[in-house]
């Protein structure tokens, strides 16, 4: 005669290696996460580690001419590797007087177009 305790965990024990298995699958799913958010957060810190140290320039004068400041922007920003979406940004904040007048009148969605901030410095 077989021992009712022994046939009721016999049919139990499917269910917790199945048990087991899904969790075994969601611990490997959540290791699979957070190495990709671990590569991201590196990436991010790279970048800002770079733009920290790389892009330093000096802020524009009064006396400086917009036309050769922003040649110089340019060069600076490329031999830096700035990416080229933070540019308009970065430019708004260095530019002063009659320039900065100029990126600050031109509306927030434009202000991000690098091309739309140098022209309105410019011209």
Known sequence: MEDPDMAAYAGAQPVLMTALEVLGQNLQALTQIVGSQQQMFDQQQEWLRRGQVSFK????????????????????????????????????ALVVGVAQAAYRAIP?????????????ILY
């Open 57 to 92: 320039m000096p802020k524009m004068t009064k006396d400086d001419d917009p036309e050769a400041y922003i040649e110089a922007f340019e060069h600076h920003a490329l031999m830096t590797g700035l990416p080229q979406e933070h540019w308009a940004s970065q430019l708004g």
């Open 108 to 120: 927030r969605e434009e202000a991000q177009d690098y091309e739309r901030v140098k022209q309105a």
